[in-house]
T-cell receptor
Framework: DTGVSQDPRHKITKRGQNVTFRCDPISEHNRLYWYRQTLGQGPEFLTYFQNEAQLEKSRLLSDRFSAERPKGSFSTLEIQRTEQGDSAMYLC????????????FGEGSRLTVL | AQTVTQSQPEMSVQEAETVTLSCTYDTSESDYYLFWYKQPPSRQMILVIRQEAYKQQNATENRFSVNFQKAAKSFSLKISDSQLGDAAMYFCAQTGYGGATNKLIFGTGTLLAVQP
């Protein structure tokens, strides 16, 4: 299967710790997106990359959050000094340009901050 | 600003029956895409159906069809002959046309239960 993969699938951490999530997009996709989804809500946009360039960041992405896509392939999302409010599902999606607007999602990384 | 509103937090349908999920949206863009995505429990979100706003004809994918009312900014999903595997969270979403960002804006979702 060559879909979008995310790792780890689940992460439990204590408040104040740093966590990092990885996303491997579909190989030919040049666009990569991070979303956050809390219980009972739809996914909320965090940031996106065109190849290795980070082109937009949501105001939801506080300075404790950083995302990279160093070689235009996989991406990492790091959360520093985690807070309980960071508990959520972090979704990665990818696509290519030009395209029809569809995003291809991974299964997500669920973060629980104790 | 783009917004998507799903006013039905939960819906239920009997197997083999038809159900309609509602969605309204707002956008200042003249061209855009609208989507319905399905998120089964603990599985990734997958595309159900897509509608280009410039097309007047409603999109159809097998048992799934939409009722797109551009003037009313309404985009409902009809599932015919419901199956147990249709049980999932359904999200309505929109994005601008032409891939400027492809930043999907999602609604809050409708949880669909299918009763045997």
């Amino acid at each position: 299967d060559t879909g979008v993969s995310q790792d780890p699938r689940h992460k439990i951490t204590k408040r104040g710790q740093n966590v990092t999530f990885r996303c491997d997009p579909i190989s030919e996709h040049n666009r990569l997106y991070w979303y956050r989804q809390t219980l009972g809500q739809g996914p909320e946009f965090l940031t996106y990359f065109q190849n290795e360039a980070q082109l937009e960041k949501s105001r939801l992405l506080s300075d404790r959050f950083s995302a990279e896509r160093p070689k235009g392939s996989f991406s990492t999302l790091e959360i520093q000094r985690t807070e309980q409010g960071d508990s959520a599902m972090y979704l990665c999606a990818s696509t290519w340009l030009p395209n029809t607007g569809e995003l291809f999602f991974g299964e997500g990384s669920r973060l629980t901050v104790l | 600003a783009q917004t998507v509103t799903q006013s039905q937090p939960e819906m239920s349908v009997q197997e083999a029956e038809t159900v309609t999920l509602s969605c309204t949206y707002d956008t200042s863009e003249s061209d855009y895409y609208l989507f319905w995505y399905k998120q089964p429990p603990s599985r990734q979100m997958i595309l159900v159906i897509r509608q280009e706003a410039y097309k007047q004809q409603n999109a159809t994918e097998n048992r799934f069809s939409v009722n797109f009312q551009k003037a009313a900014k309404s985009f409902s999903l009809k599932i015919s002959d419901s199956q147990l595997g249709d049980a999932a969270m359904y999200f309505c979403a929109q994005t601008g046309y032409g891939g400027a960002t492809n930043k999907l804006i999602f609604g809050t979702g409708t949880l669909l239960a299918v009763q045997p």
